[in-house]
T-cell receptor, first 112, second 113 residues
Framework: GESVGLHLPTLSVQEGDNSIINCAYS??????FIWYKQESGKGPQFIID?????DKRQGQRVTVLLNKTVKHLSLQIAATQPGDSAVYFC???????????FGKGTHLIIQP | DARVTQTPRHKVTEMGQEVTMRCQPI?????VFWYRQTMMQGLELLAY????????DSGMPKDRFSAEMPDATLATLKIQPSEPRDSAVYFC???????????FGSGTRLTVV
């Protein structure tokens, strides 16, 4: 069945270091992937997205990499800051439907 | 900034009571989604509408849940009767078109005791 899963539930990094959050997906028909950030008490907030015809996309301090061969998606955050502490979700869409399938989330903890 | 507005933010109710959650999508967004978030299941799609018409409600327990869009500025999710297992955070999201550019509301935290 369709699923989007995360490798680690918690990731702890030092402030200033780069963070890498990983995600695996199982459905080859997935054509659109998104990363969301969710802070405590708030709804998920869009970070960056990528379509299946791309391998890499960069935003401000964030980069998303897509490896379709191994069905793997990653989010890289450069120079991690305390404000980056949150739960990060990968999500996918595809097959003509508008609903997103979300992974379980990775809690990013920033150590001072 | 345009935002999706959900009310109430918190709701505590007794088992068996009716619960109604409301969502005001972003003006001009024609697709509205309802998601439920729990620790065990994560974010699950319950239902969604396009141009006020229901497109998919396969994720919603039909016997007690119902979702409607009385007009373009209001979406509702109703649970009747509520059960303790319905305790979760319910999110509404809207987009202008397709799965692109989702904007989520802040959610309604429901506790059924």
């Amino acid at each position: 069945g369709e699923s989007v899963g995360l490798h680690l539930p918690t990731l702890s990094v030092q402030e200033g270091d780069n963070s890498i959050i990983n995600c695996a997906y199982s459905n080859s028909a997935s054509d659109y992937f998104i990363w969301y950030k969710q802070e405590s008490g708030k709804g998920p907030q869009f970070i960056i997205d990528i379509r299946s015809n791309m391998d890499k996309r960069q935003g401000q301090r964030v980069t998303v990499l897509l490896n379709k061969t191994v069905k793997h998606l990653s989010l890289q955050i450069a120079a991690t800051q305390p404000g980056d502490s949150a739960v990060y979700f990968c999500a996918r869409s595809g097959g003509g439907a508008d609903g997103l399938t979300f992974g379980k989330g990775t809690h990013l903890i920033i150590q001072p | 900034d345009a935002r999706v507005t959900q009310t109430p933010r918190h709701k505590v109710t007794e088992m068996g009571q009716e619960v109604t959650m409301r969502c005001q999508p972003i003006l001009g967004h024609n697709t509205v989604f309802w998601y439920r978030q729990t620790m065990m299941q994560g974010l699950e799609l319950l239902a969604y509408f396009r141009n006020r018409a229901p497109l998919d409600d396969s994720g919603m327990p039909k016997d007690r849940f119902s979702a409607e869009m009385p007009d373009a500025t209001l979406a509702t999710l109703k649970i009747q009767p509520s059960e303790p297992r319905d305790s979760a955070v319910y999110f509404c999201a809207s987009t202008e078109t397709g799965p692109y550019g989702y904007t989520f509301g802040s959610g309604t935290r429901l506790t059924v005791v």
